[in-house]
T-cell receptor, first 114, second 113 residues
Framework: AQSVSQHNHHVILSEAASLELGCNYS??????LFWYVQYPGQHLQLLLK??????LVKGIKGFEAEFIKSKFSFNLRKPSVQWSDTAEYFC????????????FGPGTSLSVIP | NAGVMQNPRHLVRRRGQEARLRCSPM?????VYWYRQLPEEGLKFMVYLQKENIIDESGMPKERFSAEFPKEGPSILRIQQVVRGDSAAYFCASSISHGDTQYFGPGTRLTVL
């Protein structure tokens, strides 16, 4: 069965530090890839997505992610985090045969210390 | 342009009661998806509906759970005879077409006493 794993359960960074959150998926075919963010008390918001084309995807708020097909990875990066980036980050994938359901990773909780 | 709406935001039920969760998709979206988030876990797919049709219910428990998306009105996720293990956050998402980006609502937090 298709699965998504995220490398870290909880990450703590100081403001201005660089961020990289790891994500790997198990499906070997065509995939669409997503990063969603859930700020405290708010609902899921789409940060960025990859459907096809340039494997380096830029999203909102200075985030970017790189799709590396050979590694089945879609890591999220930001060069300099802010306190307002404190949130839960979910990597997600839906695969090419059905596109019905989005499979979510368990999430990474990011805490940014001022 | 209003996003996906869900109500109620919080719902408390006693064991054995029924829970009804409502979801209104974004304007122009005719595809609705329900997910469940248990404590300390990621979101798990439950069911995918289009207007008046259930397309994929592979993630839905076989008993007590049902979903509908009528021609008029919101999509409803119904849980009969709730048990404590049903306590979770239930999220609805919608998309404009099959396979397109899913946009999520704020969720309904169900607590079963």
């Amino acid at each position: 069965a298709q699965s998504v794993s995220q490398h870290n359960h909880h990450v703590i960074l100081s403001e201005a530090a660089s961020l990289e959150l790891g994500c790997n998926y198990s499906y070997g075919g065509t995939v669409n890839l997503f990063w969603y963010v859930q700020y405290p008390g708010q609902h899921l918001q789409l940060l960025l997505k990859y459907f096809s084309g340039d494997p380096l995807v830029k999203g909102i708020k200075g985030f970017e992610a790189e799709f590396i097909k050979s590694k089945f990875s879609f890591n999220l990066r930001k060069p300099s985090v802010q306190w307002s980036d404190t949130a839960e980050y979910f990597c997600a994938v839906n695969e090419g045969t059905s596109y019905d359901k989005v499979i979510f990773g368990p999430g990474t909780s990011l805490s940014v210390i001022p | 342009n209003a996003g996906v709406m869900q109500n109620p935001r919080h719902l408390v039920r006693r064991r054995g009661q029924e829970a009804r969760l409502r979801c209104s998709p974004m304007k122009g979206h005719s595809h609705v998806y329900w997910y469940r988030q248990l404590p300390e876990e990621g979101l798990k797919f439950m069911v995918y509906l289009q207007k008046e049709n259930i397309i994929d219910e592979s993630g839905m428990p076989k008993e007590r759970f049902s979903a509908e998306f009528p021609k008029e009105g919101p999509s409803i996720l119904r849980i009969q005879q709730v048990v404590r293990g049903d306590s979770a956050a239930y999220f609805c998402a919608s998309s404009i077409s099959h396979g397109d980006t899913q946009y999520f609502g704020p969720g309904t937090r169900l607590t079963v006493l």
